[in-house]
């Protein structure tokens, strides 16, 4: 199994910046891609970004440009570098692990835009 924590949300305000962290433990090897997903009250979860093994990255379309996507395989880490926020980016941020046939997900953080 794969056990995931998140951090680095918190409150900020428009135009504002946070990095995002999610901790991998466990069988941490397995992982292949890693999502950064998000729900807002009120709507469905959906997919921020995310990032193969080998790098190969994936942005909605609400956030190209603005935010980066990006893992640490040796640390067993990935991120999510979130600049120039909006108050439509508040919401619950998760992280995602998608082994073969398997996929877990972490408890999530908060991130709370001020406008």
């Known amino acids: 199994q794969v056990q995931l924590v998140e951090s680095g949300g918190g409150l900020v305000q428009a135009g504002g910046s946070l990095r995002l962290s999610c901790a991998a433990s466990?069988?941490?090897?397995?992982?292949?891609?890693v999502g950064w997903y998000r729900q807002a009250p009120g709507k469905q979860r959906e997919l921020v970004a995310s990032?193969?093994?080998?790098?190969?990255?994936n942005y909605a379309d609400s956030v190209k440009g603005r935010f980066t996507v990006s893992r640490d395989n040796m640390k067993n880490t990935m991120y999510l570098q979130m600049n120039n926020l909006i108050p439509e980016d508040t919401a619950v941020y998760y992280c995602?692990?998608?082994?073969?046939?398997?996929?877990?997900w972490g408890r999530g953080t908060q991130v709370t835009v001020s406008s």
């Open positions: 466990g069988r941490t090897p397995s992982i292949d891609e």
């Open positions: 995602k692990a998608t082994t073969s046939g398997m996929f877990y």
């Open positions: 990032i193969t093994r080998g790098g190969f990255t």
